[in-house]
C-alpha cells in the first residue's frame, strides 16, 4: 500500500517551460488537492478535486492547471514556468465526509520545484 | 483574521521534557482536528487526529481539543531528539475543506 505518490521528486525549470506534476493514490480516496509550500507561508491550496472529472480553485490558483481523468490520478500542470514557482509541491488526498472514513488528509512526500 | 493561528517558534527544548504545541481557531463549524510532523525536506505525515472535543492518546503523544475556547494542543512527553520537526496542526469541517496553522519548529537537544 504505496499511500500517495508523487513524481517527479526533483525538477529544475527555466522560466517560460512547462511540465506536468504527478499525483497518483491508491487508497480509493474520492478527495485530491495540491498545495505549495513556502518559508512562513504555510500550505497554501492551489486546486482540488471532489471526485473524477471534477476540479476547483483553492487560494492560489493562479498559473496552474489541473486534471482528474481517474480516480487515482490528480495532475498539476505549469504551463509557463516563473520564478515565483519555486517552491515545494505537495498533494494530498482524504476520504469524503460522507464515507465511513475520517476526514484527515494523507500527503504525498512533495515535489521540488526551481524555476530559473 | 486568518481560519488557524500556529506560534512559528521556535521551540527548543532538553531531551525528556515535556513539549506543549498549540494552535487556535476561529471557525467554530470544525470537525475534526489533526497534528501532522514533518522532518525537514519530508511530506507531512498525520501524527493524530481527533473528532469534536476531547482527549486523544498515543504513546508519549497527547492530543487536546477545547471546542469552547476554540484552541487544541499536543503534548509530548519524555521528548526525543527524533521528535525534532515542525509540528502544523490542521482542522476541517464538513466540506473536506482543510485549514493549516504555519508550522512549529521543535528541535529536542540530546
Known amino acids: 500500500n504505496a499511500g500517495v505518490t508523487q513524481t517527479p521528486k526533483f525538477r529544475v525549470l527555466k522560466t517560460g517551460q512547462s511540465m506536468t506534476l504527478l499525483c497518483a493514490q491508491d487508497?480509493?480516496?474520492?478527495?485530491m488537492y495540491w498545495y505549495r509550500q513556502d518559508p512562513g507561508m504555510g500550505l497554501r491550496l492551489i486546486h482540488y478535486?471532489?471526485?473524477?472529472?471534477?476540479?476547483a480553485k483553492g487560494e492560489v490558483p493562479d498559473g496552474y492547471n489541473v486534471s482528474r481523468l481517474k480516480k487515482q490520478n490528480f495532475l498539476l500542470g505549469l504551463e509557463s514556468a516563473a520564478p515565483s514557482q519555486t517552491s515545494v509541491y505537495f498533494c494530498?488526498?482524504?476520504?469524503?465526509?460522507?464515507?465511513?472514513?475520517?476526514?484527515?488528509?494523507?500527503f504525498g512526500a512533495g515535489s521540488r520545484l526551481t524555476v530559473l | 483574521q486568518k481560519e488557524v493561528e500556529q506560534d512559528p517558534g521556535p521551540l527548543s527544548v532538553p531531551e525528556g521534557a515535556i513539549v506543549s504545541l498549540n494552535c487556535t481557531y476561529s471557525n467554530s463549524a470544525f470537525q475534526y482536528f489533526m497534528w501532522y510532523r514533518q522532518y525537514s525536506r519530508k511530506g507531512p505525515e498525520l501524527l493524530m487526529y481527533t473528532y469534536s472535543s476531547g482527549n486523544k492518546e498515543d504513546g508519549r503523544f497527547t492530543a487536546q481539543v477545547d471546542k469552547s475556547s476554540k484552541y487544541i494542543s499536543l503534548f509530548i512527553r519524555d521528548s526525543q531528539p527524533s521528535d525534532s520537526a515542525t509540528y502544523l496542526c490542521?482542522?476541517?469541517?464538513?466540506?473536506?475543506?482543510?485549514?493549516f496553522g504555519t508550522g512549529t519548529s521543535l528541535t529536542v537537544i540530546p
Open positions: 478535486s471532489v471526485g473524477e472529472g471534477t476540479t
Open positions: 490542521a482542522m476541517s469541517g464538513v466540506r473536506n475543506q482543510f485549514y
Open positions: 487508497m480509493n480516496h474520492e478527495y
Open positions: 494530498a488526498s482524504s476520504y469524503s465526509t460522507e464515507s465511513s472514513g475520517a476526514n484527515v488528509l494523507t
